[in-house]
């Protein structure tokens, strides 16, 4: 079965530090999406994708957050000057439309810790 | 401002018995609403809902739609330890755009 794939599983950095988040989306999907889920806490939308461009971000994806499509098959989510508040687990998603009714198919997340 | 709301926050149940969990929403045009599981890790996908009370199965997992009273119910019958978890329900509008409730935490013990 098709899935989503993320590296690296788990990461720990320094604050201050950059990091890059990777992901691998479903071949035939065009729409792509970060969430995030601090411990404990909801999954938050933080950005989505489509034809090499942000179709949409929310509130906490601020100019710390950049994402990126730089060839065919990853998508990245780069961190910018980590916080400790960034601790949280990302995960990527994808989907083959983004109107109507859709379904996202997520990764198994990378989580990301900030000391 | 959307709202995505599920009860309880969290159940404690023994194996055999039936759970039923509640997602009532608020949403913007609203499209469609979906219900995850979410174990360990990423959360998988269990059902789709677009029409109202139209019933959608899968195996011990049922779940059923009101568009007029803007909820959700997600049913497990004869509960297993494998169905411990948090159950996730997300509305999504005719964007596209997914709003994740809080979830529900599921603990079934032997």
């Known amino acids: 079965e098709p899935e989503v794939t993320q590296t690296p599983s788990h990461q720990v950095t320094q604050m201050g530090q950059e990091v890059i988040l990777r992901c691998v989306p479903i071949?035939?999907?065009?729409?792509f999406y970060w969430y995030r889920q601090i411990l404990g806490q909801k999954v938050e939308f933080l950005v989505s994708f489509y034809n090499n461009e942000i179709s949409e971000k929310s509130e906490i994806f601020d100019d710390q957050f950049s994402v990126e499509r730089p060839d065919g098959s990853n998508f990245t989510l780069k961190i910018r000057s980590t916080k400790l508040e960034d601790s949280a687990m990302y995960f990527c998603?994808?989907?083959?439309?983004?109107?109507?009714?859709?379904?996202?198919?997520f990764g198994a997340g990378s989580r990301l810790t900030v000391l | 401002e959307d709202k995505v709301v599920q009860s309880p926050l969290s159940l404690v149940v023994h194996e055999g018995d039936t759970v039923t969990l509640n997602c009532s929403y608020e949403v913007t045009n609203f499209r469609s609403l979906l219900w995850y599981k979410q174990e360990k890790k990423a959360p998988t996908f269990l059902f789709m809902l677009t029409s109202s009370g139209i019933e959608k199965k899968s195996g011990r997992l049922s779940s059923i739609l009101d568009k007029k009273e803007l909820f959700s119910i997600l049913n497990i019958t004869a509960t297993q330890t494998g169905d411990s978890a948090v159950y996730l329900c997300?509305?999504?509008?005719?964007?596209?755009?997914?709003?994740f409730g809080a979830g529900t935490q599921v603990v079934v013990t032997p």
């Open positions: 998603a994808s989907s083959e439309t983004s109107r109507g009714a859709n379904v996202l198919t």
């Open positions: 071949s035939n999907h065009l729409y």
């Open positions: 997300a509305p999504t509008d005719s964007w596209g755009k997914f709003q």
